[in-house]
């Protein structure tokens, strides 16, 4: 974990930095490129950790892909982008913006539904409590007069 935390997270991030500072475009790409891989990688890794962390040499793999993703040798994340993750997520551009609009549609509803029921049960906790004090103000008034 430490490894791929180290090289798969923090050495892109520093590398990052520096093609941000240096406003060098090819190492935006190219960096642009290993980030959209390594989403995918960390997202399919919380399945197969799950599923394959029993199997021989599991970790020791994963951590020689990371090294293959980094390598400038191998370019290994420009290659996956190129041939798998580009032309997936050209054909399925559509559909997933729509899904995207949709989902945020429905977050928006679901906020507003909970923001309005919030604001309910604060004012009737509010008069609640207004009413509590009441009587009491008035309970405390009829005992000192009498």
């Known amino acids: 974990l430490s490894f791929c935390l180290a090289f798969g997270t923090l ?3 520093y590398s990052s930095y520096k093609a941000v500072k ?11 490129m290993y980030w959209i891989v390594f989403a995918l990688f960390t997202t399919a ?4 950790d799950m599923l394959l962390s029993w199997f021989p040499f599991y970790f020791e793999l994963k951590i020689a892909f990371v090294i293959w993703l980094l390598s400038p040798y191998t370019k290994g994340s420009s290659v996956l982008y190129r041939k798998f993750v580009h032309p997936t997520l050209s ?3 559509t559909e997933i913006d729509e899904y995207i609009t949709q989902a ?3 977050s928006y509803e679901t906020m507003m539904r909970f923001g309005k029921r919030g604001l309910n049960i604060a004012a009737t906790a ?3 409590a207004a ?5 009491l103000s008035s309970l405390l008034q009829s005992s000192e007069s009498t």
């Open 11 to 13: 050495y892109p991030a």
């Open 22 to 32: 240096t406003k060098n475009v090819k190492e935006y790409v190219k960096w642009m």
């Open 45 to 48: 890794e919380t399945i197969t």
């Open 91 to 93: 054909n399925k551009e």
């Open 104 to 106: 945020k549609d429905r």
């Open 126 to 128: 509010a008069v609640t």
């Open 131 to 135: 009413t509590k004090v009441k009587s």
